[in-house]
């Protein structure tokens, strides 16, 4: 798992890493800028004409760093600087550093566009993570003159102005691409900075490993490796009981396609048995669509009205497409006081929030709620970081895990734990994706994962099955039939 760490946590980092090692503060900030031009010589060609903005902090002497490497690799290179209260030691000796032959340019209180007319990217190294506040005047104006530039934005460890561990009420650099410092911070995973941080990537510093394993974070990011270690693997004598006894109820009229859609993903995730649950007019559809699917029909031709549990189910799914009639709130409310923890999503959630019945939600359970869904649940919220305590707060109070969709899905635990999915992308926000992972994360239910293991590898699955999809089949052409058709292929990656 990739940490997660806060903005002092990371000042601590660089701390432990000068005493550990030991190194000197300026020679960790050379290694930090040889990473970055390392990643900025691979990505940009040579023909660019660069400019550095600098401030006079720690963040301005990585760019006064990196200007000098970049020239040594023969790039046109213009340093700017942007006089702050103090300079940093740091920064004093990088600037000495600076050959004579990189032209280096103060800037004047009021900014024109022209300074930067005939460069083609700009580099910003104003300020990194210790920024807080907000902009004073002559600051604002350079970054607005910045961002209306017609140029590539590149920024040093993080976008200027940019708070990484709370909201950021005023301007900021917007990159179009941010090579952040040995580990991602948690802004880059909040949706209201996409436009702020762009795409971003990590480059290794080399902190210390000592302090990024012993210090404590709720914020992960999972990696591949981690989410392999978490599967089970089959055994020669294993049969279709030992991989459990799924249950799904969904469907209404109109909406047998979601309970298809479910059972085709639960099947392709490998569950043992799985029964369907689906009013009596989706019978013949999903007997005919999924044929390796049990089919139990409900007494009501269009809506789900009952639903008893077979012997020996290992897990339930509800709310594909189930719609909330009356009849269907009684159903879903006597399922819930069966106390059986579940997976929960669509209607199920509708009902659980217009009916108010978070109580009856079972301990143990997995809520798959879309933004929308999630403020019916939790309550509206002001910013992201707002939006990830009352996540956090949810999951506690109901002793479930819940699963906030979306880029960088939030997978928040009942001790406060949140993870941030790293697979997926845009095609998938197409009609049925939430169908399909309803279905994934009930197959791996029944199969006896714990509720967080189901969580991390269900969702990392379904995204990285939609990223194998999408490379054939383009973001806009993307449906949620594909992403079942590479499921296979996502395991085979993941095993």
């Known amino acids: 798992m990739i940490k997660v ?45 660069i400019a550095i903005v600098c401030g006079t902090g720690n963040n301005g002497g990585d760019g006064m760093g990196i200007a000098r490497m970049l020239k040594e690799h023969g790039l046109f290179v213009k340093v700017f600087i942007h006089p702050g209260k103090k300079e940093t030691l740091d920064y004093r000796i990088n600037h000495q550093r600076l050959p004579a032959n990189i032209p280096v340019t103060p800037l004047p209180e009021v900014i024109e566009p022209a300074l930067f007319e005939k460069c083609s990217i700009v580099i ?68 209201e900075n996409e436009s702020r941080v762009g795409q971003w990537t990590v480059v290794d510093i080399g902190l210390s490993q000592v302090y990024q394993n012993e210090t404590i974070t709720p914020y992960f990011i999972p990696t591949i490796k981690a989410i392999r ?44 048995l799985l029964t369907v649950h689906t009013p009596g007019s989706g019978r013949v559809i999903l007997q005919t669509a999924v044929p390796e699917a049990m089919v139990q029909s409900d007494k009501n031709p269009d809506a789900i009205t009952s639903a008893s549990v077979p012997t020996r189910v290992s897990a339930i799914g509800i709310g594909p497409g189930i719609g909330i009639s009356p009849e269907t709130v009684v159903a879903v409310t006597e399922l819930l006081k069966s106390g059986q923890p579940m997976v929960l999503d669509a209607d199920a959630l509708n009902i659980l929030s217009d009916q108010k019945l978070l109580h009856l939600v079972p301990p143990d359970s997995i809520l798959t709620p879309h933004p929308k869904e999630f403020e019916r649940l939790a309550g509206t919220w002001k910013n992201e970081y707002e939006r990830l305590i009352k996540l ?16 960088w899905s939030s997978i928040a635990n009942p001790n406060g734990e949140v993870y941030f999915n790293p697979t997926g992308n845009p095609g998938m926000a197409t009609a049925g994706s939430g169908d399909v992972l309803t279905g994934i994360l ?54």
């Open 5 to 49: 760490f806060t903005s002092e946590q990371f000042r601590a980092w660089d701390t432990a890493t000068i005493q550990q090692e030991p190194i000197a503060s300026i020679d960790l900030m050379e290694r930090a800028c040889r990473a970055f031009t390392d990643w900025f010589i691979q990505n940009f060609t040579a023909h660019h004409k």
């Open 229 to 272: 270690k978490l599967i089970h693997p089959r055994k020669k004598f294993d049969h279709k009981g030992t991989f459990g006894h799924a249950l799904i109820v969904s469907g209404s009229t109109g909406k047998t396609g979601a309970a298809v859609l479910s059972a085709l993903a639960c099947l392709r995730t490998g569950v043992g």
């Open 392 to 407: 956090q707060t949810l999951a506690k109070h109901l002793q479930s895990v819940i699963i906030l969709k979306g880029a």
């Open 124 to 191: 910003d190294a104003l300020w990194g993570t210790g920024f807080r506040g907000s902009l004073d005047s002559r600051s604002h104006q350079l970054i607005s003159v910045l961002n209306s530039l017609p140029v590539i934005r590149v920024a040093v460890d993080v976008p200027s102005g940019l708070i990484t561990d709370e909201p950021t009420p005023g301007l900021t650099f917007l990159a179009d691409y941010t090579a952040t410092f040995q580990s991602p911070k948690l802004a880059f995973v909040l949706p």
């Open 442 to 495: 009930t197959a791996l239910r029944a199969q006896g994962y714990s509720a967080q293991e189901t969580a991390l590898i269900g969702v990392y699955l379904h995204g990285l099955a939609g990223d194998m999809a999408v490379r054939e089949k383009t973001p806009p052409g993307l449906i949620a039939r594909d992403l079942i058709d590479f499921l296979p292929m996502g395991w085979k990656r993941l095993l």
